[in-house]
């Protein structure tokens, strides 16, 4: 490379200012030999010069002395002990050069190497550590070091032999030397260097005069690529050449395909003179305009980069192992449907008459204690209480519970009155009835590109009924992200526009309204339907075109943020109000939404329905519709708890970039979200990472975001900006810092920003150590609900761990806290459904008392807490076949189960075929079982049961059967009577 015209400047010289970049160009433009040192962190901006043509020894040994290059040191390796006479500790074996036989062996002994210990000597063959030397004669022909042949090679002493090596490394490699942060250097390097030339790229060390060289330092670009493409333009309009240094081959095409296909471009290896965009690979940092040589150098860290903060030091990756949290945990409040509120101690195993089974121990107040058999876990309810704010706790027998209960049921059937006087009144107001358009409905059905799912079908079925009948709509629709409701709201959007009517889509944030905004204009493309968008993107042009037609009627749709509930906005004729995540507006915004509802027909959106919405929903006051079956391919989101670990962090991130994807990383702190960028960047450096937050301005939020959808980065560090609605199908992982500090609903959200798609989506949710209860019963809810379709769920469960607020009114809140929230809404479902006329279902329970040892046993599951969750599930289940693939779950995790355990396995097949059947209980005798079932006459085959393996009797009082045990061992008990059970209809 020709050697440049600033380069004698330099020498002897502290250069001030330089991004890295400049310091590498610097560096490969000095004549070989010259050496660089620097921080150990730094050496990898460093080790690679091949885009400058330079070849770069890293922290190099005895094998490199005498070698003419660019040599690089960490400041630690530059000062390592290394003899004064190299050549006397080692030996250089050159293919062609003669080497005496007995002279090399003598030399190798020397140097420490044994003969058949260290080398072997076969034939004109040496092999000696991972070299095999070939002679012919003592002319040495070939050198394999681990198989591939090479022209030279250097055998260093052996380990060991270095301790009267007297002198340092960095003193043996000649060269001017450059300083890459010489404030952090060692003082032993100065004497070191004493007499060479130096050239300091920043303060320490030796005082050295300053130099300013005509190098143009760039500012970052914060990833705005519109502004770069603008700038390289300019510099190719002013005649300088452009270098662009690449980390990743994605950047480097995606940067060619949307930005630079009409700019004269060329990919190379090595920078060279081009007069155009040169595309080089280089893991540089920064970037300046050399304003003598008129060439700009740019990296990618610069173009993505969003503050000149220093790197965090790298730190060491330990992986920790995850808690569950999942588990019931000793402390819990539970509800017991007679006994009242108990706190749980624990499981126990007790043996009562030669049977041994586990049991739940509730505590009560007053030292009352309840022993619960494990079968009987379905019958309790967790109560929200938590150690820093505890429930009462019932006495046994003094009917406390029965009282409080009766006083909550009371309030709860005024509660209900009231409820159902405002829902009448909504249904005897007048309306406007969107009748069906045969000509018109079926042309936004054209260019749906996928097939309805059943649930997606039934909602839109529902909400076109609504708006047919002649009063006002008030529907909710309530599903998973990415489930499908906007289909549902665009094609009600469509039944009004088609009678003439406006429809105003209301949503939480712009970038929501962008692209839902665009998602309609793709729809209605071919339609004659004007739509518009209010929001913070929207010009001051576009906004007085958009409300002048909202008063004239030009404009059909308009989707927008709360600047849609201004008071300027006026509609001519206004249909149909759409409300996307109604709980992200404040107070004020809702009173205005309940003058623009007057008379309109509502329809709702939501994933994580706002408590007063959901609880109408629960009791039937409300009409609901919900999207419960995901897209057909669609995997549920698997929800990882675990305290911050980087290794965890680095594997999530490159999993997701190995398959192809992107991920997102949210850090909810403004202030120090570029650092933790910068700390990604240093733990990730394959990724290419992006950063939003809701301070930056606002085109900048909106270029990042769609960049990030367009694929420019890999990682998005964001704030909880994102958690609202985007939807960027690449995106299959999230990263969530400090989830203890968000709320449920936040949580459930950000979630929902991945797995849009077939792939396996993951959500990791890191949190401190330590946390406080709520935090840790918040956490353990959102990995509960990792199943599709989970939204209403989390919003009981959002209830039950913030309390209910406001949602009833202070009058309700005290019963709330007595029974707790989830016995009260049942105490309201029953008060309506009296009010209605409607029949109770009562709830199927079967008590088993049979004399079987069943349970599991410590031996088999040692982890007292995944014994306390797999209670849990066994509890939970529904039907055998989910019986099956938890059995499946537990044989692939713990192996073969012991006796006790199968013996639990069939007892729990048992209750559930007993529950399907209508049995009210299955007890046992000296000599019999009686099954008591729940209605006479009884249907059953009585052919198979006179041919019955064991003697049965049919009973009327109690209607049932009675088996006799003769012949039976206890552990035969459940496959006789399942085999009975299936014998009754």
Known sequence: MDPNPVLHRVLDRYVPSLP???????????????????????????QDLAAFGRTVYVNPGLEAVGEVGHYLFSFEAALRPFPKDPDAWRIVLEVGRTYLRDALLDRLERLGYGRDGDYRVLGEV???????????????????????????????????????????????????VLLDWPALAPPELWPALEGRNLIAFGRGGPELPAVH??????????????????????????????????????????????????????????????????????????????????RVYVTEELLYSFSGAARLRGRRLVGREVADPDALSEGDYLIHPEHGIGRFLGIETREVLGVKRDYLVLQYAGDGRLYLPIEQLSLLRRHPGTTDDPPRLSRLGKNEWARAKAKAQKDAEALAQRLLVLHAKREATPGYAFTPLPDWDPLIEKNFPYTLTPDQKRALEETLKDLETPRPMDRLISGDVGFGKTEVALRAAHRVVGHGKQVAFLVPTTLLAQQHYETFCARFRDLPVSIGMLSRFTSAREERRVLEGLKR?????????????????????????????????????????????????????????????????????????????????RKPIRTILAPFDPALVREAVMFEIERGGKAFY??????????????LEALIPEARIGVVHGQMPEDEIEEVMFLFQEGAFDLLVATTIVESGLDIPEANTILIERADKLGLANLYQLRGRVGRREKEAYAYL??????????????AAIADLSDLGSGHLLAEKD??????????????????????????????????????????????????????????????????????????????????AELARLVRELKARYGPPPREVEHFFALTRLRL???????????????????????????????????????????QHPPGFRVEKKGLEPGQYPQVLMDLLYLVG
């Open 799 to 880: 209830m039950e761990i913030r309390g209910v607020g406001n949602l009833l009114g202070p009058e309700q809140h005290g019963h709330i806290r007595a029974v707790s929230f989830e016995v009260y809404t049942e105490l309201l479902a029953e008060a309506v459904r009296k009010l209605k006329g409607e029949a109770a279902t009562p709830q199927k329970r079967v008590t088993l008392d049979l004399a079987v040892s069943a349970r599991l046993v410590p031996e088999y599951i040692p982890d007292a807490a995944a014994r306390s969750r797999y209670y849990g599930k066994f509890a939970e289940l529904q039907s055998l």
């Open 666 to 679: 949210v850090h909810d702190r403004v202030a120090s979200i570029a650092q933790r960028a910068k700390y």
């Open 553 to 633: 009627g030009a404009v059909d749709i308009v989707i927008g943020t709360h600047r849609l509930l201004s008071a300027d906005v006026a509609f001519r004729d206004l249909g149909l109000l759409i409300i996307d995540e109604e709980h992200r507006f404040g107070v004020a915004q809702k009173e205005r939404l309940k003058e623009l509802r007057e008379g309109v027909d509502v329809l709702t959106l939501s994933a994580t329905p706002i408590p007063r919405t959901l609880y109408q929903a629960l009791v039937g006051l409300k009409d609901v519709s919900s999207i419960q079956t995901p897209p057909p391919g």
């Open 213 to 294: 060289l005509p190098f143009e330092p760039l500012s970052p670009y914060r990833a705005q690529l519109s502004r770069f493409a603008r700038d390289v333009r300019a510099w190719l309009g002013e005649g300088r050449q452009v270098v662009f240094f690449y980390r990743h081959e994605r950047s480097r095409d995606y940067l060619i395909e949307r930005h630079f296909q009409d700019v004269p471009h060329r990919i190379q290896n090595a920078v060279r003179s081009f007069d155009g965009l040169l595309f080089v690979p280089g893991a540089f940092e920064g970037g300046f305009v050399h304003r003598e040589e008129g």
């Open 126 to 176: 040496l092999e000696v550590g991972e070299a095999r030397l070939e002679f012919f004669g003592d002319v040495l022909e070939r050198v394999l070091v681990r198989g591939k042949p090479q022209a030279r090679y250097v055998l260093p002493a052996r380990p060991g032999k270095a301790e009267a090596w007297d002198s340092v490394v960095v003193a043996h490699f000649p060269g001017p």
């Open 766 to 779: 890191f949190h401190p150590p330590k946390l406080t209860e709520a935090a840790e019963r918040r956490l």
């Open 913 to 955: 075929l007993a529950e399907k059947k209508g049995v009210l209980s299955i007890t046992e005798d000296l000599t019999h079982i009686q099954v008591v079932m729940g209605r006479w006459p009884l249907d059953y085959d009585a052919r198979g049961l006179r041919s019955f393996p064991q003697r049965v009797e049919v009973t």
């Open 20 to 46: 890295q970049v400049a310091r590498a160009y610097l560096w490969a433009n000095l004549p070989a030999p010259a050496v660089l040192i620097a921080p150990q962190e730094r050496l990898k901006h460093y």
